[in-house]
């Protein structure tokens, strides 16, 4: 029997040996075996290799029929391959269908394929290949006039899966966790985070829940959270990595008339499993952090600065609590926060082209969940109304722009969707305290539901003296202490550029997003 080491020594030679005799086109490569070795050995090395951008299919162009153009790329496995486009009418139809020409040559390896996806506004389907030849894809007949005239202008657009099939399924491994509710779902968050942002989990001495004297949290003062498993904790978890967020969610506190301290946020989710704003008093949400919240959220509180605090109107606040108290979460314009700029908001492979076709291939399995997302806001965008997606790519197609433009269009705070005003988690805070008045005139020229977590707080909003936290804000065991209050958690929570930027006039509307550094322009 072959044992451990001697399987790991073959394979490193056949690497090595690929990598020095170019010319020599080896039998296999490590990528394309490895998935069929015992588990043990295969998965650390695969890791190695792939990650969970593998995930993501790369646009390599369009294949079109104007002027007999013809499209050339480098693909994972075959180094070189051509696209391109015919009519034909071969089901005798109205508009006609097309066969798209893919013409594949010079494989790295004798075992290895490209996996492909193809799409138009209103289909998509994918392809692989293994044999050096050409192949061809039969779209039968266009869908209708408006597939008919796209196509005509802008062509079939192609994908390639980076990582090959092998790869992609690798990939998954590292991504799939992310999603569950257990230990090794916690370990595969922090582990991405670590990986794709540089992110650092340094364990707190204990106690990791704080005791809270709730008298020193007063009205504006912000929460925020950073969960680290399940469901949400996946989401978050990719959310950081597109935004640059050190949190994924956020609260604010509310104290009434009468000094009973609440929280408000947008994302609560009530009895039905739904989403909305919510008011809930602090024992309970505090309760539910600690008690029922299964994400093991690490939290911080950001107490106001005692300037704002001064000038925050909490009668104000509490009306703007009030008028939004049980709206759904703000998800018309979650992703237009992050997308601020044509290509500077994609982490590689991203881009403007997949953002389309994955939106297409949701609008086809979730039409109306996909409305919600993102149609509605689209329209408002174009100045249309109703349009579908397909209808909206045809139509930027017509105006001489790119979906990659309509996408950084800023949102309007006062832009009003069929079930009201739409706010993510920090949106529906940054409304407040417009409300309250803690942007004064500049009230009027920022569009809060343009902000990311980050980007709320890297604001000058917070306390910046650490004499006048509260007593009970750092652990006493604790040598590193923070400018802020983490409340929760077993990790130090970390909010690079914390408290650290003046507002100004439309801030937030056109900035990258580029990870892992995260770099911004001044005053964009």
Not at 157 to 164: E, H, N
Not at 222 to 231: D, M, Q, T, V
Not at 298 to 310: F, K, M, S, T, V
Not at 399 to 403: A, H, L, V
């Given at each position: 029997?072959?044992?451990t080491?001697?399987?790991?020594?073959?394979?490193?030679?056949?690497?090595?040996?690929?990598?020095?005799?170019?010319?020599?086109?080896?039998?296999?490569?490590?990528?394309?075996?490895?998935?069929?070795?015992?588990?043990?050995?295969?998965?650390?090395?695969?890791?190695?290799?792939?990650?969970?951008?593998?995930?993501?299919?790369?646009?390599?162009?369009a294949?079109?029929?104007?002027?007999?153009?013809?499209l050339?790329?480098?693909?994972?496995?075959?180094?070189?391959?051509?696209?391109?486009?015919?009519?034909?009418?071969?089901?005798?139809?109205?508009?006609?269908?097309?066969?798209?020409?893919?013409?594949?040559?010079?494989?790295?390896?004798?075992?290895?394929?490209?996996?492909?996806?193809?799409?138009?506004?209103?289909?998509?389907?994918?392809?692989?290949?293994?044999?050096?030849?050409e192949?061809?894809?039969?779209?039968?007949?266009?869908?209708?006039?408006?597939?008919?005239?796209?196509?005509?202008?802008?062509?079939v657009?192609?994908?390639?899966?980076?990582?090959?099939m092998?790869?992609?399924?690798?990939?998954?491994?590292?991504?799939?966790?992310?999603?569950t509710?257990?230990?090794?779902?916690?370990?595969?968050n922090?582990?991405?985070?670590?990986?794709?942002?540089?992110?650092?989990f340094?364990?707190?001495?204990?106690?990791?829940?704080?005791?809270?004297?709730?008298?020193?949290?007063?009205?504006?003062?912000?929460?925020?959270?950073?969960?680290?498993?399940?469901?949400?904790?996946g989401?978050?978890?990719?959310?950081?990595?597109?935004?640059?967020?050190?949190?994924?969610?956020?609260?604010?506190?509310?104290?009434?008339?009468?000094?009973?301290?609440?929280?408000?946020?947008?994302?609560?989710?009530?009895?039905?499993?739904?989403?909305?704003?919510?008011?809930?008093?602090?024992?309970?949400?505090?309760?539910?952090?600690?008690?029922?919240?299964?994400?093991?959220p690490?939290?911080?509180?950001?107490?106001?600065?005692?300037?704002?605090?001064?000038v925050?109107?909490e009668?104000?606040?509490?009306?703007?609590?009030?008028?939004?108290?049980?709206?759904?979460y703000?998800?018309?314009?979650?992703?237009?926060?992050?997308?601020d700029?044509?290509?500077?908001?994609?982490?590689?492979?991203?881009?403007?082209?997949?953002?389309?076709?994955?939106?297409?291939?949701?609008t086809?399995?979730?039409?109306a969940?996909?409305?919600?997302?993102?149609?509605e806001?689209?329209?408002?965008?174009?100045?249309?109304?109703?349009?579908s997606?397909?209808?909206?790519?045809?139509e930027?197609?017509k105006?001489?722009?790119?979906?990659g433009?309509?996408?950084?269009?800023?949102?309007?705070?006062?832009?009003?969707?069929?079930?009201?005003?739409?706010?993510?988690?920090?949106?529906?805070?940054?409304?407040?305290?417009?409300?309250?008045?803690?942007f004064?005139?500049?009230?009027?020229?920022?569009?809060v539901?343009?902000?990311?977590?980050?980007?709320?707080?890297?604001?000058?909003?917070f306390?910046?003296?650490?004499?006048?936290?509260?007593e009970?804000?750092n652990?006493?065991?604790?040598?590193?202490?923070?400018?802020?209050?983490?409340?929760?958690?077993?990790?130090?929570?970390?909010?690079?550029?914390?408290?650290?930027?003046?507002?100004?006039?439309?801030?937030?509307?056109?900035?990258?997003?580029?990870?892992?550094?995260?770099?911004?322009?001044?005053?964009?």
């Open positions: 029997m072959i044992k080491h001697q399987i790991l020594s073959l394979l490193l030679a056949v690497l090595i040996g690929t990598q020095k005799v170019q010319a020599f086109k080896a039998p296999f490569r490590p990528g394309d075996v490895l998935p069929i070795l015992p588990r043990q050995i295969s998965w650390p090395i695969l890791n190695r290799l792939n990650n969970a951008a593998d995930l993501l299919p790369s646009f390599v162009g294949a079109s029929v104007s002027n007999n153009s013809v050339n790329w480098k693909g994972s496995c075959f180094y070189n391959n051509t696209a391109w486009l015919v009519f034909h009418n071969n089901s005798g139809t109205q508009f006609g269908g097309g066969t798209l020409h893919i013409k594949v040559s010079k494989a790295h390896s004798w075992t290895c394929m490209d996996l492909y996806v193809f799409a138009t506004p209103y289909r998509v389907t994918w392809d692989y290949y293994i044999l050096s030849r192949h061809t894809l039969d779209f039968k007949e266009w869908e209708s006039q408006a597939e008919f005239e796209y196509v005509k202008n802008r062509g657009s192609i994908f390639l899966m980076q990582a090959g092998l790869g992609t399924l690798q990939a998954m491994w590292e991504v799939v966790p992310l999603f509710n257990t230990k090794w779902g916690e370990s595969a922090l582990a991405f985070l670590e990986k794709h942002m540089g992110a650092t340094e364990e707190r001495p204990q106690p990791w829940i704080t005791n809270i004297t709730i008298e020193d949290i007063h009205s504006g003062d912000f929460l925020a959270l950073s969960k680290i498993r399940g469901l949400w904790g989401f978050e978890t990719l959310e950081k990595w597109v935004t640059g967020s050190y949190a994924g969610h956020t609260a604010v506190c509310l104290r009434d008339s009468e000094g009973k301290l609440w929280v408000a946020e947008s994302g609560h989710e009530n009895e039905e499993g739904e989403d909305i704003i919510a008011i809930l008093p602090w024992d309970e949400w505090w309760e539910y952090e600690l008690k029922k919240d299964d994400t093991n690490q939290i911080a509180l950001l107490p106001l600065h005692p300037e704002l605090r001064a925050f109107n009668t104000a606040a509490w009306e703007y609590a009030k008028s939004m108290s049980g709206k759904p703000g998800y018309h314009n979650l992703i237009f926060s992050w997308i700029t044509v290509s500077g908001n994609y982490p590689p492979p991203l881009d403007a082209h997949l953002v389309a076709s994955v939106m297409t291939v949701w086809q399995m979730k039409p969940y996909a409305g919600n997302i993102w149609n806001a689209l329209n408002k965008r174009l100045g249309t109304q109703n349009f997606l397909s209808e909206i790519l045809v930027v197609e105006r001489g722009s790119s979906f433009e309509l996408l950084a269009i800023p949102e309007q705070d006062d832009w009003i969707y069929v079930d009201g005003k739409s706010t993510s988690c920090v949106a529906f805070i940054f409304e407040m305290y417009k409300e309250a008045g803690l004064g005139e500049l009230a009027t020229s920022i569009q539901t343009e902000f990311t977590i980050k980007d709320a707080y890297s604001l000058k909003l306390e910046n003296n650490s004499t006048r936290l509260p009970w804000c652990n006493d065991a604790d040598t590193v202490k923070l400018l802020f209050c983490q409340i929760k958690g077993k990790y130090r929570m970390e909010l690079p550029g914390y408290n650290t930027m003046d507002p100004y006039p439309h801030m937030n509307e056109r900035c990258p997003s580029m990870p892992p550094e995260y770099s911004r322009p001044v005053g964009c």
